[in-house]
């Protein structure tokens, strides 16, 4: 009691600054962490996506529609046609790869396909085929397999229509009297009213 | 600041022998070729570029790291006939008659004489008629031992060759030795470098 007056002179103590939670913070809660990394991961670039971790192993087929780093091993195929696929430095495929772009700085022994380009990074091990428009192969990089290039030719220009024979242009003018006298009689119709 | 002048070994060169192979693969197109000194990309572009579809493997490499695992104190007991079909059969699963072309470079010259034999054997089975065999030896050295080289296309007739690995044992082979060595085959043309390296085209 003879305390209060005192308390009460005090100044009062001040906020604590807000902090956002950290992932040991939200783990601890048990609230999910975004797949989204916010720090860079080794030499990777921050692109975002799923990423399988050194612990991990999966057995089957991995697909999907975000780009995805394996640092694990994946027992089965991978196939994310429209994205990004690396194996990272730990990472092990035993199965084939697909995406728009794959990556290699580990292990892979599997046919490798790629809509765009597949690089195979120095120290990587890849047994099995490629099959791309751009491939690219650092010195030191093991590979054994048979590669295919993709050739993109470049679109052909549209040919200005030729004009009909003489024979097949009167028929072509019968024709679009014809359909001239169809459109005409159907504009005569009352609104509502279909030819029969 | 210049960039320090390249080593010796590392000096483009023209290559007769491969100048004649390019003039052979510029005028064909879908050739199934196979590039026995481990792939890079310079040769990738080239070859690929002229549309052949390439196979690449680096066969020293693969026969270290497959006779090394294989029981047995002898050369003889790790390159036994079991041993290097079972090795063959693994680096060379091409049915009869497939392959066009095929760049050996150096790599004869280096592996165990049994397996140079039962590879070339299996070369004749697999090449396709008309079939080109690109092969180079290097002249025989005083302490029987050389360094393999990895050869890069620069453009139809100039290689970029670097040493690769350490000095291991060499086989030497005269002109005879190379001939009887492709006997099976229809033709064999030489080709001799001013550093005396004798650059073979064998034909199926």
Redesign the interface.
């Known amino acids: 009691m003879w305390n209060r007056g005192k308390r009460e002179d005090e100044p009062a103590p001040p906020r604590p600054v807000s902090t956002p939670p950290s992932s040991a913070d939200l783990a601890r809660e048990g609230i999910p962490l975004s797949t989204f990394p916010t720090q860079k991961r080794d030499d990777f670039s921050t692109r975002g996506g799923a990423v399988i971790g050194k612990s991990l192993s999966i057995k089957g087929t991995l697909t999907g529609r975000e780009d995805v780093l394996i640092d694990g091993r994946v027992d089965g195929d991978v196939e994310l046609l429209e994205n990004r696929v690396t194996v990272g430095a730990g990472g092990h495929v035993q199965g084939g790869v697909r995406g728009k772009e794959v990556v290699i700085y580990g292990t892979v022994n599997g046919n490798l396909e790629a809509s765009e380009k597949i690089e195979i990074r120095r120290d990587a091990k890849v047994v099995g085929d490629l099959r791309a428009c751009r491939i690219v192969i650092e010195d030191e990089a093991y590979f054994k397999g048979n590669v295919d290039t993709i050739k993109t030719e470049p679109p052909k220009p549209v040919a200005a229509a030729a004009p009909p024979a003489p024979a097949a242009r009167q028929q072509q003018a019968v024709a679009s009297a014809s359909s001239a006298d169809a459109a005409e009689a159907q504009a005569s119709l009352l609104p509502g009213e279909a030819k029969r | 600041m210049p960039p320090p002048p390249r080593p010796p070994a590392e000096q483009p060169r023209r290559s007769h022998a491969f100048e004649h192979l390019s003039a052979w693969l510029t005028s064909n197109t879908g050739l199934q070729v196979v590039d026995f000194g481990?792939?890079?990309?310079s040769n990738?572009d080239f070859l690929?570029g002229l549309?052949h579809?390439?196979?690449?493997?680096?066969l020293l490499?693969?026969a270290d790291h497959f006779f090394a695992a294989k029981t047995g104190q002898k050369e003889e007991e790790r390159y036994s006939a079991a041993n290097i079909e079972e090795f063959l059969s693994q680096t060379l699963d091409f049915p009869d008659q497939t392959i066009d072309a095929v760049l050996l470079w150096d790599t004869l010259q280096y592996l165990n004489p049994a397996l140079a034999l039962a590879l070339v054997e299996r070369l004749y089975r697999a090449s396709a008629p008309d079939c080109r065999l690109l092969a180079f030896f290097q002249p025989a050295s005083p302490t029987l031992s050389g360094t393999p080289v990895s050869c890069r296309i620069l453009d139809e007739s100039t290689l970029e060759t670097r040493p690769r690995g350490t000095p291991r044992k060499q086989q030497t082979f005269n002109n005879r030795g190379i001939e009887k060595l492709f006997q099976r085959f229809q033709s064999v043309k030489f080709f001799l470098t001013r550093d005396h390296v004798q650059e073979v085209i064998v034909r199926r």
């Open positions: 481990g792939v890079n990309q990738l690929t549309g579809r390439l196979y690449a493997d680096d490499r693969a």
